[in-house]
């Protein structure tokens, strides 16, 4: 691949993979949390949070990252936090970048973590409270391990998002080699320039490839883990 790519479009490729990394662990957790949530409970604004939850599936994703540049930039409220206090810096940096593109996956973790849920049988959870497991280690125990392929479909089809996104990442932390350039905005620099035909080319067949993997190593290791699944609770 050394040989394919040039310099700099590995050094995008490797900087997509470390941002699409990172999106993926800011994202899941709240995921998890909220996707059990939505399944379980009823409660009031239950549908106003799960439109809230994905409303970055609808917006223009230009209007996600200018609110993120407007709340995570250097003068926004959450930006002067996080700088000031745990020392991240979002705007025009590479974690940004993650933000952004963690930000635009997490409705596709969400959905089929959600659905995951909704399809584990609770009379289990019940079973497992009722012989004096605390609802914390139901919920680890119990129900993840049975939603386990829906989480696993979610998280790849996450990743595999977040190393595509561009709108919400050039608006948020701009186009700036070996910081915010992405493979998408790498491929969206040799487009704009007179002499790109080939870079493009190069690029697309390395996005198809990656975005490809990413598809059937998700249907692999879904199918995979509910076989184990099965195979246990049988």
Avoid: C
């Avoid at 200018?66 to 250097?74: A, E, M, P, Q, S």
């Avoid at 409270?129 to 998280?155: H, M």
């Avoid at 350039?181 to 487009?191: C, D, G």
């Avoid at 490809?212 to 509910?226: C, G, I, K, P």
Wanted: hydrophobic share 55%.
């Amino acid at each position: 691949m050394s040989d394919f790519l040039t310099p700099a479009e590995w050094e995008a490729l490797r900087l997509s993979l470390k941002i699409a990394s990172l999106a993926l662990a800011i994202s899941l957790p709240p995921a998890l949390l909220l996707g059990y949530v939505l399944a379980r409970y009823r409660f009031w604004g239950h549908s106003a949070l799960n439109a809230l939850a994905h409303l970055p599936l609808v917006l223009p994703p230009v209007v996600t990252g200018y609110v993120l540049l407007i709340l995570f930039g250097k003068q926004g409220a959450l930006g002067m936090f996080f700088e000031q206090y745990l020392g991240i810096t979002f705007a025009f940096r590479w974690t940004g970048a993650a933000l952004a593109a963690g930000v635009m996956a997490f409705p596709l973790i969400l959905r089929p973590i959600r659905l995951a849920f909704e399809a584990v049988d609770s009379k289990l959870e019940e079973a497992a409270r009722t012989l004096g497991t605390s609802p914390l280690k139901t919920f680890f125990l119990v129900s993840i391990p049975l939603a386990a392929p829906g989480i696993l479909s979610g998280a790849v089809l996450g990743f595999a998002k977040a190393l595509g996104e561009f709108g919400a990442t050039i608006t948020f932390v701009a186009n700036i080699p070996g910081q915010t350039r992405s493979l998408s905005l790498a491929l969206y620099t040799e487009m704009q320039s007179i002499d790109g035909e080939q870079a493009v080319t190069r690029l697309v067949i390395i996005s198809i490839v990656v975005a490809v993997t990413a598809l059937l190593a998700s249907e692999f290791l879904a199918r995979y883990v509910a076989a184990r699944v099965r195979g246990q609770y049988d």
